[in-house]
């Protein structure tokens, strides 16, 4: 049964930096692509980031050269290194994963974490 495990998140003040990380279990990283995804109060969960299982990388335009997605593979773990952030960064963050290697920010991804809250104020 995958699990994903998400930690690292909290509060910060505009300008400062988190990093968000999500441990896997059950899963393997052959053939596959894990991402954060996001969803602040009131608005539709978006995408962050994702990246493959051979180390392509996408990102949101809203996180380009703020963000940035790694993942060690030898602990089966995701990490979102979050700089310059804003209050509008603000959202309960998501692990997800699947083995379709080729999803996009924008297709379902089929196994997800709990979340972790990210909060920033001005």
């Known amino acids: 049964q995958v699990q994903l495990v998400e930690s690292g998140g909290g509060s910060v003040q505009s300008g400062g930096s988190l990093r968000l990380s999500c441990a896997a279990s059950?899963?393997?990283?052959?053939?596959?692509?894990m991402g954060w995804f996001r969803q602040a109060p009131g608005k539709g969960r978006e995408g962050v980031a994702r990246?493959?299982?051979?180390?392509?990388?996408t990102y949101a335009d809203f996180v380009k050269g703020r963000f940035t997605i790694s993942q060690d593979n030898a602990k089966n773990t995701l990490y979102l290194q979050m700089n310059s952030l804003k209050p509008e960064d603000t959202a309960i963050y998501y692990c997800?994963?699947?083995?379709?290697?080729?999803?996009?920010?924008?297709?379902?991804?089929?196994?997800w974490g709990q979340g972790t809250q990210v909060t920033v104020s001005s």
């Open positions: 059950g899963y393997t990283n052959s053939r596959s692509c």
């Open positions: 990246i493959d299982s051979q180390g392509s990388r």
């Open positions: 997800a994963a699947d083995h379709r290697w080729w999803l996009q920010l924008h297709d379902e991804f089929s196994y």
